[in-house]
């Protein structure tokens, strides 16, 4: 079964500092495009980062500057560094393979595949 397991969810101080992380298992497909979505309380699931398998990326344009998708093909992985933490940053963070991600990149993938989300709080 085609799954992805995110991790690395949990709760940062403003200005500090958090990984995210996503293994993907079950013969998912090298080639798909992941990336990070995020969905906050009362609002719509909006576009973090995403990345190409030969590492070409897409950021929403508030968070360019303070997050960083990378990728490692090998472990079918992918994380998200988050940087200079701010309260808005608080959501449930959700790994995508696919479609979603292909937009986000202007290119097209059909298959589309969610993680189950981890939660990251943002709190002094």
């Known amino acids: 079964q085609r799954q992805l397991v995110e991790s690395g969810g949990g709760m940062v101080q403003p200005g500090g500092s958090l990984t995210l992380s996503c293994v993907a298992s079950g013969g998912i497909s090298l080639i798909f495009p992941m990336g990070w979505f995020r969905q906050a309380p009362g609002k719509e699931r909006e576009l973090v980062a995403a990345i190409t398998v030969g590492g070409r990326s897409a950021y929403a344009d508030s968070l360019k500057d303070r997050f960083t998708i990378s990728r490692d093909n090998v472990k079918k992985t992918i994380d998200l560094q988050m940087n200079r933490v701010l309260p808005e940053d608080a959501a449930v963070y959700y790994c995508?393979?696919?479609?979603?991600?292909?937009?986000?990149?202007?290119?097209?993938?059909?298959?589309?595949?969610w993680g189950q989300g981890t939660q990251v709080t943002v709190s002094s």
């Open positions: 995508n393979a696919g479609r979603s991600a292909a937009q986000a990149l202007r290119i097209t993938y059909e298959t589309e595949l």
